[in-house]
């Protein structure tokens, strides 16, 4: 499968001039939109100049701007493709053949965290091991699983762990008193859900950190999170896959059970302890019946 441009862009952000670097940063904050507008207004949002435009694109390999918007066009529409439109392009895979589903799941596993900035990533499990800080986990139709699991684990060796679930109508209740000392973890892949958004873009304006856990293609609530971890999600199936995604959860999971090793086994001990009937503030001594 094709590499995302995006991810090249990010991978050879140093090998840019300064200004070609303006480029790259003005396309990568509205991707793929800002490519698809003319060059005389991608300069002016960047602001550079025009000739910049032209060499930035050069230097990803496109023999002219129509080549580098075709491409971002094609991108687009793969970013959009519902399952039953994916569906019409595969090829019959049988059911005792399923090896190049497992094989692209593997690819996409180790593909993701080879281009995983790992600044970014350590970044975030700082962020998440700040027991100073309160986290709200949130996913969509299908990464609300994440979410959910991510924030079972994180609820386990650190404290102020809350996972945004119920009806949506009833998410925006749960950003009241958010503000600077919160983290908002977003999972969020194509198709991209308007309510997730506009969540992550409010808590960012009432002063939260954003962590945004999405696919190749970035969801718009990149435009406006600190930390942003993509992982390939595309398969040789009509649905998108959370391999990558479930990946990113457990190290992240892990990275912050680490990060504090004796407050994760001082929590993790107190659970046991509540789980096998004993009260952890008496020494261990077994609860009575009724307590």
Do not use: C
């Not at 862009?9 to 001039?17: L, V």
């Not at 954003?210 to 040789?236: E, K, N, Q, Y």
Request: glycine share 6%; no cysteine; aromatic share 6%.
């Amino acid at each position: 499968m094709e590499r995302p441009l995006i991810e090249e862009i990010h991978d050879r952000i140093d090998e840019f001039t300064s200004t070609e670097r303006k480029a790259a940063y003005a396309l990568l904050a509205n991707y793929p939109v800002q490519g698809l507008d003319t060059v005389a207004n991608f300069a002016k949002a960047a602001g550079v100049s025009s000739p910049t435009i032209l060499r930035f694109v050069a230097r990803l390999g496109f023999p002219g701007f129509a080549d580098f918007q075709g491409r971002l066009r094609k991108e687009l529409a793969s970013q959009l493709n519902t399952p039953l439109a994916r569906s019409s392009e595969l090829q019959q895979v049988p059911p005792d053949n399923m090896d190049p589903l497992v094989a692209q799941m593997v690819d996409n596993v180790r593909e993701t965290f080879a281009h995983l900035p790992k600044g970014e990533l350590e970044g975030v499990i700082r962020l998440l091991a700040d027991e100073k800080r309160t986290i709200h986990l949130i996913g969509g139709r299908f990464t609300d699983a994440l979410a959910r699991y991510t924030a079972a684990h994180l609820r386990i060796v650190r404290p102020n762990v809350i996972h945004v679930a119920g009806q949506q109508g009833n998410w925006f209740d749960q950003l009241l008193g958010v503000g600077s000392k919160d983290v908002i973890v977003v999972f969020d892949i194509r198709r991209y859900q308007t309510e997730i958004i506009r969540f992550a873009e409010t808590a960012a304006a009432q002063g939260a950190s954003v962590v945004l856990v999405t696919d190749s293609w970035m969801s718009p609530v990149g435009r406006i999170a600190s930390f942003v971890l993509p992982a390939r999600v595309a398969v040789p199936s009509p649905w998108d896959s959370s391999t990558a995604l479930m990946a990113i959860a457990e190290v992240l999971i892990a990275g912050v059970s680490a990060a504090n090793p004796e407050r994760s086994q001082k929590r993790m001990q107190a659970l046991e302890d509540l789980r096998n009937g004993h009260d952890p503030s008496k020494g261990g001594e077994t609860m009575p019946d009724g307590e």
